[in-house]
């Protein structure tokens, strides 16, 4: 995935992290109450917002990494808790509509510790 974050706006960045630490606040009060994330803390890494501000993509990684595809679904599911969440914190004129995403960067950096630690891979370091 190439870093699509580069020519993002300064205002794409402010609202973006803004978006983030109200998600991230959700998951620290549990308001899903879903079984499924008690034992699945997750991390937003990042969100990207769209041009007018209005489409926030949320990327998540549940910590271990297990049942990714199962938590992405009820998290897409249950958007609207969340953007009601968003309603009631955010600033801006419209409330954006999300969606959420696998952040897909820390699977690729574990390939490349993986990597690294090969022993053929070690003669050439």
Same mark, same amino acid.
């Given at each position: 995935?190439?870093?699509?974050?580069?020519?993002?706006?300064?205002?794409?960045?402010?609202?973006?992290?803004?978006?983030?630490?109200?998600?991230?606040?959700?998951?620290?009060?549990?308001?899903?109450?879903?079984?499924?994330?008690?034992?699945?803390?997750? #991390?937003?890494?990042?969100?990207?917002?769209?041009? /007018?501000?209005? %489409?926030?993509?949320?990327? *998540?990684?549940? &910590?271990?990494? @297990?049942?990714?595809?199962?938590?992405?679904?009820?998290?897409?599911?249950?958007?609207?808790?969340?953007?009601?969440?968003?309603?009631?914190?955010?600033?801006?004129?419209? #409330?954006?509509?999300?969606m959420f995403f696998l952040? /897909?960067?820390? %699977?690729?950096?574990?390939? *490349?510790?993986? &990597?690294?630690? @090969?022993?053929?891979?070690?003669?050439?370091?």
């Amino acid at each position: 995935m190439k870093n699509t974050f580069i020519n993002l706006s300064q205002r794409q960045l402010r609202v973006g992290e803004m978006v983030r630490q109200i998600i991230s606040s959700c998951f620290q009060k549990d308001i899903l109450n879903e079984p499924l994330f008690l034992n699945n803390p997750i #991390t937003v890494s990042k969100v990207k917002m769209s041009r /007018d501000l209005k %489409i926030a993509n949320i990327f *998540i990684m549940p &910590l271990g990494g @297990k049942k990714i595809n199962e938590i992405i679904d009820v998290l897409n599911s249950n958007k609207f808790v969340f953007q009601k969440e968003l309603a009631i914190n955010i600033k801006t004129k419209f #409330t954006p509509k999300i969606m959420f995403f696998l952040d /897909d960067t820390f %699977i690729e950096a574990d390939k *490349i510790n993986t &990597l690294l630690s @090969k022993e053929r891979v070690k003669k050439d370091l």
